[in-house]
């Protein structure tokens, strides 16, 4: 019994010890490392980003000059046509019966002009009939070529090169000069035109931004834009700024751009939607990256690192983004260290590990590889 006791005892001893010895071997955490960051002033780009309507350089609408029923569609939606090309076909048969009594009048009025002549000639007859009768027969030509024309009004072309829209009427519809719907709308796509508006305010940015003593010359002096397409992603050809109303609109406060891209591969399409993105050149930015930035409770604010690497959050002012950075206007000054990544495992005066980021040692590192391989 005595040597079980004992036994314990020095298991018990034991086992102090070795608890003991765990946490004399413990380290000590120290402070950790983060990616930092120095502030430098530099040129950058933003986008101004406006909400645009798309049309076609020409969306002519094809109306009929007569009444009559469509006897022919010679296009379909959607397909491409050349200037001249048929496209509709009235039928004519009461047209041609009234082009055929016209064509009667005139050929009457014509003999009654040849009977007269003569009989003037002669003095038989005075003159004011003959004068009476040829006036008769200019009335009739007119009333005959006017039924011709209406006749000709009945093969409809397109007026310009473009993409066919709906067909709302079809073969056999009764159509007039006076409905409401066109046939349809023919739409010169090869070069786009986008539609957009800036408010008062943005006016005036856009004309003291731009050089040029008169509006023309400011929009000739803007850089090209982009077309940022539904689906997000960036039309591959760039425009430019072609026009702009000289006057804002009272009810809306705004004042209409137009900005034309080419369209060669008829891609963008009349009636469609995008957003312009009309580039800025920013002179000496403050630029940080997005996920330095932490949003609390509406404020934006960044950790910058103190000398003895103690970090202090600060609230900033941000303008706008410039690719994956914001521009901030206040709360940072060229030299000022940040942290650009962790940030929301941080609080003040807490100390850290300065190291600088990945994206900024790998050209130094790439740099040195090069010149191991040369030796």
């Known amino acids: 019994m005595r040597n079980k006791s004992f036994l314990g005892a020095v298991a018990a001893m034991l086992m102090v010890t070795a608890c003991g010895k765990k946490q004399e071997q413990a380290p000590q955490m120290g402070p950790m490392p983060f990616p930092v960051q120095t502030i430098s002033q530099q040129d950058a780009v933003i986008y101004e980003e406006y909400t645009a309507n798309l049309e076609g350089q020409q969306n002519v609408e094809i ?20 200037k001249g090309q048929l ?16 064509k009667a009048n005139v050929d009457a009025a014509q003999v009654e002009v040849d ?10 007859i005075s003159n004011v009939q003959l004068e009476t009768a040829k006036a ?9 070529s006017s039924v011709a024309a209406n006749i000709g009004y009945a093969t409809i072309t397109s007026p310009v090169n473009g993409v066919v829209g709906g067909l709302p009427y079809k073969e056999g519809s009764l159509v007039s000069a006076t409905m409401q719907d066109p046939l349809t709308t023919v739409a010169d796509t090869k ?26 010359k400011k929009i000739a002096n803007t850089p090209d834009v982009n077309l940022l397409l539904i689906d997000g992603s960036v039309y591959e050809e760039k425009g430019r700024i072609r026009t702009v109303n000289g006057l804002i609109n009272p009810q809306t406060g705004t004042t209409e751009f137009r900005a034309e891209f080419p369209n060669p591969q008829s ?20 630029l940080v990256p997005q996920n330095a930035v932490m949003d609390m409770q509406g404020k934006q604010m960044i950790y910058i690192v103190n000398k003895d690497n103690t970090v202090k959050s600060t609230i900033i002012q941000v303008a706008t983004t410039s690719g994956l950075n914001y521009i901030v206007t206040e709360g940072l000054n060229p030299g000022d260290v940040i942290v650009v990544e962790g940030a929301t495992k941080l609080r003040d005066g807490q100390q850290i590990v300065p190291q600088s980021k990945k994206e900024d040692a790998a050209p130094a590192q790439a740099a040195d590889t090069a010149a191991s391989a040369k030796k």
Not at 115 to 124: F, G
Request: without cysteine; proline residues 3%.
């Open 63 to 82: 109306r009929p000059k007569v009444t009559g029923f469509i006897q022919k569609v010679y296009v379909d939606e959607g397909q491409e046509v050349k």
């Open 87 to 102: 496209l509709f076909k009235l039928e004519t048969q009461t047209l041609s019966q009234d082009a055929a009594a016209a």
């Open 115 to 124: 009977r007269l002549k003569p009989l003037v000639d002669r003095k038989i």
């Open 136 to 144: 008769k027969l200019a009335q009739a030509q007119a009333s005959y």
């Open 191 to 216: 070069i786009m035109r986008a539609y957009f508006t800036m408010n008062e305010k943005q006016m005036l940015d856009f004309t003291r931004e731009f050089e040029g003593n008169s509006l023309a």
């Open 267 to 286: 891609i963008l399409r009349s009636g469609s939607s995008g957003v312009v993105q009309l580039p800025i050149q920013k002179k000496n930015a403050i």
